[in-house]
C-alpha cells in the first residue's frame, strides 16, 4: 500500500534460515549484499536466503567484474539488482557503468556530496554527477569520466595516515601480531564474559580496539 520497494538487511547477514523465512513470507521485497567481499557469498543469498534483491557494493564485492558476477548471478534467477554505493565519487562512477549494462538494475543508491558529511565523498573527485529528476547521466569521458583530486588521495594516504595517528599505528601492530592470551582484546574479550565491565574497561583504556567493545 506504502510502495515500498524493498527492505534492506533486516536481518543479520548469517541468520540465513531466518532470511529465507522472512523473504518467503513478506509481501516486501528483500535486499541483502552490501557487505560482501566476493560473488560466491551471494550464492547462500539468492539459493539459500531466497532474497529478492541483490546489494553488491563494487567498492566491497572485489571491483567490477566480480560485481557483474553477482548481476549475472541474479539475471539467472530472475532477481533484481539495487548496488550499495555512496561512499566516494570514484565508487559510484563505477557503479554507474555498472548499473548501465545491468537490465535488471532497478536503481543505484547516490547521496550527493553536498549533504555527506564524508570528507572522501566530498573531495576525492573533482565533480559529482548531476541528479536530474530521479536520473544520473552516464559520463562521455573515458574511464570511469571522473577526474580524480589527488591532493585528496594525499591527504588520506594510509602511510601518511599511520605516521601521523599513534592510536591508528597501534591498531595496525595489533592486527598484524599473533593474538594469543596475553593481547588486550582477549583481555578485554574475558572480562566481559566474566560479567567484568571495569575489568575490561581498565584493559582498554588508551586501545581503540577496545575503547567500545562489543563483545
Known amino acids: ?4 520497494f524493498f527492505c534492506e538487511t533486516p536481518l543479520p547477514l548469517d541468520d540465513l534460515d ?6 518467503s513470507q513478506s509481501p516486501v521485497r528483500i535486499a541483502f549484499g552490501e557487505m560482501q567481499s566476493h560473488h560466491s557469498e551471494f550464492y547462500d543469498l539468492f539459493d539459500r536466503g531466497g532474497i529478492q534483491v541483490g546489494q553488491p557494493d563494487v567498492g566491497r564485492v572485489g571491483g567490477l567484474m566480480e560485481a557483474l558476477k553477482v548481476c549475472d548471478m ?8 539495487v548496488p550499495h554505493c555512496w561512499k566516494t565519487g570514484v565508487g559510484i562512477a563505477a557503479t554507474m557503468q555498472m548499473a548501465a549494462v545491468t537490465p535488471h538494475c532497478a536503481y543505484i543508491e547516490f547521496l550527493p556530496a553536498a549533504i555527506c558529511a564524508s570528507q572522501l565523498r566530498q573531495k576525492l573527485t573533482l565533480t ?3 541528479f536530474i529528476d530521479g536520473t544520473l547521466a552516464l559520463p562521455d569521458r573515458p574511464g570511469l569520466g571522473v577526474d580524480v583530486n589527488w ?16 592510536h591508528v599505528k597501534k591498531m595496525i601492530a595489533e592486527l598484524r601480531s599473533p593474538m594469543g592470551p596475553s593481547h588486550d582484546l582477549w583481555k578485554a574479550a574475558g572480562a566481559y ?5 571495569a575489568g575490561a574497561a581498565a584493559v582498554s583504556s588508551g586501545n581503540p580496539w577496545v575503547a567500545k567493545p562489543a563483545l
Request: aromatic share 4%; hydrophobic share 35%.
Open 1 to 4: 500500500e506504502l510502495g515500498i
Open 18 to 23: 531466518g532470511i529465507a523465512k522472512l523473504a
Open 74 to 81: 541474479a539475471a539467472e534467477r530472475e532477481r533484481i539488482i
Open 128 to 130: 559529482d554527477p548531476e
Open 151 to 166: 591532493e585528496c588521495v594525499e591527504q588520506y594516504n594510509y602511510e601518511k595516515v599511520i605516521a601521523e595517528n599513534p
Open 193 to 197: 564474559d566474566q560479567g567484568s565491565a
